[in-house]
């Protein structure tokens, strides 16, 4: 398993309706992606329009190839594009080592 | 529950030794932390010397307060600041939503 780590920066003062937008959006169209096995959304606590998405998938190609150049796509970003104050910034990661109950 | 998230970038070749140094530093030193509930570490794939570190702490005071001004802090940066390429970039985050089985 893989994890893909996404830096998002939203427009001020948009935050509610981002929460639900990518809320929905994981529930009704990343849900249904070939290969995504969870995924996590924290937002800054320090910097308010700062976002970070986790995502974890079996292979970088469930991700790059399946989602990116698949159909859920565009729906996926037609439901949170509009609220990015900036390109999100995606890399993906293996794991290292973590404490009992957390995700990989 | 709340979320530390530090970017750390290592200095180049030295995944191997820092894998095993983040990983002594957690079970020796960040477990003994007021407060810790958990901890994860991945590394880059695209950006093989970056590391993402995230810790589930109870509180913002407990990682601020307790351990950065506590006498562990200088124990855990003994073993993993030999490796840091340029200081840490460290946030706190609040979940917004998350998976069954993902950690906050």
Chains 1, 2 share one sequence.
């Not at 509009?82 to 109950?101: R, Y």
Request: no cysteine; aromatic share 12%.
């Amino acid at each position: 398993m893989i994890l893909e780590l996404a830096e998002i920066r939203i427009k001020p003062g948009q935050q509610a309706a981002f929460d639900e937008a990518i809320t929905r959006a994981l529930t009704t169209v990343m849900s249904q992606a070939k290969g995504m096995r969870g995924y996590k959304v924290n937002k800054g606590i320090e910097s308010p329009e700062r976002y970070v998405l986790q995502i974890f998938w079996d292979t970088i190609e469930n991700h790059n190839v399946d989602f990116r150049e698949g159909p859920l796509f565009a729906q996926w970003r037609a439901i949170i594009g509009p609220f990015f104050a900036s390109p999100p910034f995606v890399e993906h990661f293996d794991l290292v080592v973590k404490s009992d109950g957390a995700s990989a």
